[in-house]
């Protein structure tokens, strides 16, 4: 199952530096941690990928977040928010609790470091 997960969590990083609504590192993070129980081939695989590799280490290595990843992270939630909050008809503290979360979010990603390389 877990080398399964692993491919799985590859896969949506993939499609997700194409797409900029879904995010990358988090999945390829996943997928390392998923093939270092099941297929340390498979991490070592991915943390030397040439494209990526980078990602996996860049957080493993200096807890980093690539610049490109925080400004998108922040607009995608910034949009949500306003959606939520103008257009979704939920009830006021269902929006609130999900703007909460989101804010905390973004707290934490502008709180990490950008990558060595993007510095």
Avoid: Q
Avoid at 30 to 55: D, I
Avoid at 94 to 116: D, E, K, Y
């Amino acid at each position: 199952m877990l080398l399964g997960l692993g491919w799985v969590c590859v896969a949506l990083g993939i499609v997700g530096i194409v797409l900029p609504v879904l995010p990358t590192t988090p999945f390829l993070l996943v997928a390392a941690w998923a093939f270092a129980r099941s297929s340390p081939r498979f991490r070592e695989w991915l943390v030397g990928h040439r494209t990526l590799g980078p990602y996996v280490n860049d957080w493993n290595e200096y807890g980093a977040i690539p610049i490109r990843a925080k400004v998108l992270a922040i607009a995608v939630m910034s949009a949500s928010s306003t959606w939520l909050f103008g257009w979704s008809g939920l009830s006021v503290p269902i929006v609130s609790v999900a703007g909460l979360c989101m804010l905390g979010a973004a707290v934490f990603i502008l709180t990490r470091p950008n990558t060595p390389s993007s510095d």
